[in-house]
């Protein structure tokens, strides 16, 4: 797995595999230009014991990136501001199987929040608050599907599971708020527009659909509406994102798919 983790003081291109997590430099900061790519890793970091690969990655709290594993334990990495000294600072134990994802708060969420949520293949979530330090808010057991994707929003936990469903839980209580049959197969892609509160989910079953979510300002109940609807024929579809913050356009590819769709 790959993903860009934007921290206030620089942006960084992380890489999971089953030798370990390595972490690049984004774009070409302290690059000349027709150079090329920086060459250098700030650390390559070897999985702990038991551990076969590593999945899930976000920014967290201002300074920390973090990691997930095939134990179940999560990797949480201290990025200084500059230079190459990235540290492994902790280890989250929480979880008895393996991390599908992780996700952090992409709005403002509320007080007494998690700004952190952790995903698993059985199905478990973990919402950690990092302020001073990790601490764990409150845990979500599985009920026998696979939580394969999520996200966090508004203090809004959207989570993405392997019978086809989009579960919402608030990111404080840990109470679920709605419950949707979204697809037939598979959720494998959970994205969100941060600006508008979009959501974008692709399954198995060749459809990609846009939500919409918000609070009701009256009851503060979570509402979830659909938006969109689009079939990519003859094709398990197993990445959706959207191209900008206000979820305006969103890219899509499937298993065996050699082109990147965008709608």
């Known amino acids: 797995q790959a993903a860009w983790c934007e921290l206030p003081s620089r942006v960084l291109l992380v890489l999971t595999s089953q030798r370990g997590v390595q972490v690049r430099p984004?774009?070409?900061?302290?690059?000349?230009r027709g150079v090329g790519p920086s060459p250098w890793v700030t650390q390559t970091c070897s999985l702990p014991a038991h551990s076969v690969f590593a999945r899930g990655i976000a920014a967290a709290g201002g300074r920390f990136i973090c990691v997930g594993t095939s134990s179940g334990a999560v990797l949480v990495f201290d990025i200084p501001p500059k230079g190459t000294n990235v540290t492994l600072s902790e280890v989250l134990e929480q979880h008895r199987d393996p991390i599908t994802d992780i996700a952090a708060e992409q709005g403002q969420a509320?007080?007494?929040a998690g700004d952190l949520v952790t995903a698993d293949d059985?199905?478990?979530?973990?919402?950690?608050?990092t302020e001073e330090e990790f601490t764990l808010l409150g845990k979500i057991p599985g009920?026998?599907?696979?939580?394969?994707s999520v996200t966090l929003w508004n203090g809004i936990?959207?989570?993405?599971?392997?019978?086809?469903q989009?579960?919402?839980?608030?990111?404080?209580?840990?109470?679920?708020?709605?419950?949707v049959s979204a697809h037939a197969r598979w959720i494998y892609a959970l994205d969100l527009a941060p600006l508008t509160g979009k959501l974008l989910s692709g399954a198995e079953d060749s459809f990609v659909h846009v939500w919409k979510l918000s609070r009701n300002p009256d009851t503060d109940d979570i509402e979830i509406q659909h938006c969109h609807a689009e079939c990519v024929t003859d094709t398990q579809v197993c990445?959706?994102?959207?191209?900008?913050?206000?979820g305006d356009t969103f890219a899509v590819t499937g298993y065996d798919l050699s082109e990147i769709l965008c709608y």
Request: with cysteine; glycine share 22%.
């Open 26 to 32: 984004g774009g070409d900061w302290g690059v000349p």
């Open 110 to 112: 509320p007080d007494g």
């Open 122 to 129: 059985s199905g478990t979530l973990c919402l950690w608050s």
């Open 143 to 148: 009920s026998g599907s696979t939580c394969s």
């Open 157 to 164: 936990v959207a989570a993405g599971y392997g019978n086809g």
């Open 166 to 179: 989009i579960r919402l839980w608030e990111a404080g209580s840990g109470r679920i708020r709605a419950q």
């Open 239 to 246: 990445g959706a994102r959207f191209c900008d913050p206000t």
